[in-house]
């Protein structure tokens, strides 16, 4: 009897680990989708800032006649709002007709 009795314990055993095993890896998979969500959405993030940008210095050119001389111009007169912890705006005028270069560079994390 004592042998049967062994063998059902090594049993319960290796069940528990196969359990500890399979929670293991439901919880990496989850981890791993919320990775992929997380970088999706900073990436739209970032398509969102550069059509915002666009759309603003172009309207402001419609309307004004001239590009906006800085970023912190269309900060206060188009609404222009970003997260300045996560992205760098690089905001360059070539001339005053001229579209300004506007470069976005996302922060380390």
Known sequence: MARFQYQKKQHIYRKFI?????FLLIVLLFYQGIESL???????Q???????????ITYCYAV???YPESLDYLKEHYGITYD???????Y??????ILPD????????
């Open 18 to 22: 196969i359990s500890v095993c399979v």
């Open 38 to 44: 997380s970088s999706g959405s900073v990436r739209r």
């Open 46 to 56: 970032k398509e969102s800032l550069e059509n915002a940008l666009n759309r603003s």
């Open 64 to 66: 004004e006649g001239s």
């Open 84 to 90: 300045e912890d996560r992205f760098f705006v690089d």
């Open 92 to 97: 360059k005028i070539i001339g005053a007709n």
């Open 102 to 109: 506007v470069t976005i560079i996302q922060k380390g994390d």
